[in-house]
């Protein structure tokens, strides 16, 4: 089980003698007339508290001197009448035993609370600048304090971005979280074998989007991470295609890029087959290219290599390949770094080959050495986890061949960074060629 306790002393012990740390959970958020949207929690406080309730604030207070460090949450009272409605609150009492918290009050009680909490501390970390709600709070604890002034009572001296901190917590999974990645990559995996079994010419590209959300829903997991992506043919070329409503024709790829968030933890994967269950020979050409672009970049990605480097793999596969099959005119670049410095590339690959992954699909962490004057790429360290995600991208263009136009290819799989290379989370979506041509059209 998370040792929330943990993290938040983790994060404390970060902080300067008495220092206060303030993180708001997300509001609701209003659909139309009186429905929500489906609540999700801020993924910084889920992170430091598992709770998940909504109006709740963590206050963090820094040890100083032989007192220790105090986790104060607020949250909703207890209420009978809305519980009818809205369903079961913990309450300030059963929060504080449940959750570990030195304190708990009503979420009430928080303007009048946080100004004696504040008063004679050092300095106030919270996430500047990204919550109206709570700069404006902020400015009227501040005010209320100064207003003490003569008598004897200080503000807060500093205000720090608590986020950054957060960020590098956050970076390096423990082996709670990779569990839950891995279970939520097995989910996920099994959705997309589904989709596949699934697929047939004529049927609409939101048909394969409702088995796959079947399958999430069905294996325990609570959202998709994020919009599916259900895109057949031309719309293979549109990068965040979601709309989901063309029917599918044969003779055509579909790629689809969806994961699951299990327990607040996201997966992200990318597969692409043919509609009818077989590769054209330009397809199975292009098909072959990408997915050979990953394999190099999973050979790039080991503890202390940039995290540049599988980018950098991968490209130089895809670059070779778009060399070879005439989609960049061979005769213009002696090399394929020379057509990668000329950028010719980028009318058919226009985007990075992965990112951080986590509690957010595009995870919190810095992808740069921030210490460095130079901001180097940073290295990579056992814990960390990134998508895996090359692709190729043809439009109908003059000097193109046409045996290639409104093929579009991505192959994504999340993977965790090892002591000795990386570990795929993501093994359970078919991505073999022969895997897939004898799986597609199977029924779900």
Known sequence: ?????ARRARLAAQMPPGAVA???TAPEVLRNGDSDYPYRHDSNFHYLTGFGEPESVLVLVAALGDRPARAILFCREKNREREIWDGYRYGPEAARTAFGMDEAWPIAELDTRLPDLLANVPALYYATAS??????????WIKALRARSRSGVTAPSAFHDLIPLLDEMRLIKDADELATMQRAGDISGRAHARAMRAARPGLHEYALEAELLYDFRRHGAQFPAYTPIVASGPNACVLHYNVNDRPMQDGELVLIDAG?????????????????????????????????AQDAAFAAIAPGRPYSAFHEAALRVLVQGMLDFKLIPAGRFA??????????????????????????VHDAGAYRDLTHPDKPSRALAPGMVLTVEPGIYVRPAEGVPEEYWHIGIRIEDDVVVTEDGCRILTSAAPKAIEEIEALVGTGA
């Open 260 to 292: 699951c968030e299990l327990d607040g933890y996201a997966s992200d994967i990318t597969r692409t087959f043919p509609v009818n269950g077989r590769f054209s020979p330009a397809q199975r050409k292009l098909y072959e290219l990408v997915l050979a």
């Open 22 to 24: 303030v993180l708001p």
């Open 131 to 140: 919550n109206a709600a709570l700069d404006a709070q902020v400015q009227g």
């Open 1 to 5: 089980m998370t040792d929330y306790a």
């Open 335 to 360: 090399t394929v770094e020379d057509a990668i410095a000329a950028k010719a590339h980028v009318s058919f690959y226009m985007h990075g080959t992965g990112h951080w992954l986590g509690m957010d």
